[in-house]
C-alpha cells in the first residue's frame, strides 16, 4: 500500500489526517487544531523498504511545522532499541520518539514523558497521551507524523541476539 490517508480522532485535538505516501516518501499531517507538518524524503533517493519514509538518513529529509524548517536527526536504527530515536528540535524544544517496547514508542519534549504512540507504518497512529503531560498542538502534530514516517517499537537487544544466533545454526 504506497498510499494511504488516515482519518483519526486524536483525544485532546480531535480529528486529524495523517497522508502517508512510501513510494514517494512523503508524510502529511493536517487538521483544525494542529499545526500542518510535511515530512519529506529527497526525491530521486532509493527507499529502504522497512522504514514507511523511506530512509533514516537525516540529510535525505525535510521536515517543516506549519511552513517553518525544523531539525530532524533519527537514529541509525541498529542493534538498541534506543538507536531507533527521532529527535526533532523546532521553536526552542527538543522532542524525541524512543521506542520502549516491541510495538509502541513514547514522546518526550525536553525530557519529559508526554505519551505513548503505536503505529505499523501503515499511517494509522495510536496516541495516548499522559494524563499529567500538557502536551500542545505541535508536540501532538509531531507526535503522529514522527510514527507514522518512521513506525514505533523495536525489538529489545537479547531478542535480536537470540534471533541472530538461531540464523547462525542450521
Known amino acids: 500500500m504506497p498510499v494511504s490517508e488516515t482519518r483519526l480522532d486524536d483525544s485532546l485535538f480531535g480529528p486529524l489526517t495523517v497522508h502517508l505516501d512510501t513510494e514517494r516518501g512523503a508524510v502529511t499531517v493536517e487538521g483544525e487544531a494542529i499545526p500542518r507538518i510535511v515530512l519529506n524524503r529527497a526525491s530521486g533517493t532509493r527507499a529502504d523498504d522497512h ?3 523511506g530512509t533514516r538518513d537525516a540529510g535525505l529529509l525535510t521536515l517543516t511545522v506549519a511552513g517553518e ?3 530532524l536527526a533519527p537514529g541509525r536504527g541498529r542493534l538498541t532499541r534506543r538507536s531507533y530515536r527521532v529527535d526533532v528540535r523546532h521553536a526552542g524544544h527538543h522532542r524525541r520518539l ?4 516491541v510495538p509502541s514508542s513514547r514522546l518526550l519534549r525536553d ?3 508526554l ?3 503505536t503505529s505499523q507504518g501503515d499511517g494509522h497512529v495510536l496516541a495516548e497521551w499522559r494524563p499529567d503531560a500538557k502536551p500542545d498542538a505541535t508536540d501532538v ?3 503522529y507524523a514522527l510514527a507514522a514516517a518512521f513506525g514505533t517499537g523495536a525489538q529489545p537487544l537479547p531478542m535480536l541476539l537470540a534471533d541472530a544466533i538461531g540464523d547462525l545454526i542450521p
Do not use: N, Q, T
Not at 524512543?98 to 517496547?101: E, T, V, Y
Open 98 to 101: 524512543l521506542p520502549d517496547s
Open 141 to 143: 502534530a509531531l507526535a
Open 115 to 117: 505519551g505513548d504512540l
Open 51 to 53: 522504514i514507511p519514509v
Open 69 to 71: 524548517a525544523a531539525a
Open 111 to 113: 525530557g519529559h514523558r
